[in-house]
């Protein structure tokens, strides 16, 4: 079983829709949450940092960590054709610098 | 501009080659990265450094090498031993919890 588990997708979703992405992770020892956003063949780049458990929003974009249920969300409003791209979730355990990263959801807004 | 810059974009290997990958950060960094990004498996660490001559292996290392004489300077060696070497190749720098990310090297085998 991997540490972090994501859908790959696609996830087709017309314009202005919610979007809903997820990841579920096994080790309870995770305590920093990230998404990342990766356009194709381009470098991840950083959307979204959370620490331990509750909710950060920054703009359209909302962060939720369910460490209970070891499970985290990126909910994406409005969402517009250039959202779409391919989202990775990432999570670190304290004192720890390596990343362990899911295999990425691809989503595709559509006009 | 600060960031980090990965050379080159594409890169072709021949069979038997040894091949060199670039990436330079003036970010002021400490800790940088080499991961290995292919389709379905997300991405992979191949070698880590936090500081200046020292590193450290990844889940992968097996086939590559690389050194660390510059804070700013970590490139990523593909060695022949390397037998499936197709892949994204991303590196990274950071600065406390986060990580940021070159633009990658696309390597393909000839």
């Known amino acids: 079983q991997k540490e972090v588990e994501q859908d790959p997708g696609p996830l087709s979703v017309p314009e202005g829709a919610i979007v809903s992405l997820n990841c579920t992770y096994s080790n309870s020892a995770f305590q920093y949450f990230m998404w990342y956003r990766q356009y194709s063949r381009k470098g991840p780049e950083l959307l979204m940092y959370?620490?331990?458990?509750g909710n950060k929003e920054d703009g359209r974009f909302t962060a939720q960590v369910d460490k209970s249920s070891k499970y985290i969300s990126l909910f994406i409003r409005d969402s517009q054709p250039s959202d779409s791209a391919t989202y990775l979730c990432a999570m670190r355990r304290t004192g720890f610098q390596k990343l362990v990263f899911g295999t990425g959801t691809r989503l595709l807004v559509s006009p | 501009d600060g960031g980090i810059t990965q050379s080159p974009k594409y890169l072709f290997r021949k069979e038997g080659q040894n091949v060199t990958l670039s990436c330079e950060q003036n970010l002021n960094h400490d800790a940088m990265y080499w991961y290995r990004q292919d389709p379905g498996q997300g991405l992979r660490l191949i070698y880590y450094?936090?500081?200046?001559?020292?590193?450290q292996k990844g889940d992968i290392a097996e086939g590559y090498s690389v050194s660390r004489e510059k804070k700013e300077s970590f490139p990523l060696t593909v060695t022949s031993a390397q037998k499936n070497p197709t892949a994204f190749y991303l590196c990274a720098s950071s600065r406390e919890d986060i990580q940021y990310f070159g633009a990658g090297t696309r390597l393909s085998v000839l």
């Open positions: 450094s936090q500081i200046v001559n020292d590193f």
């Open positions: 959370t620490y331990s458990s």
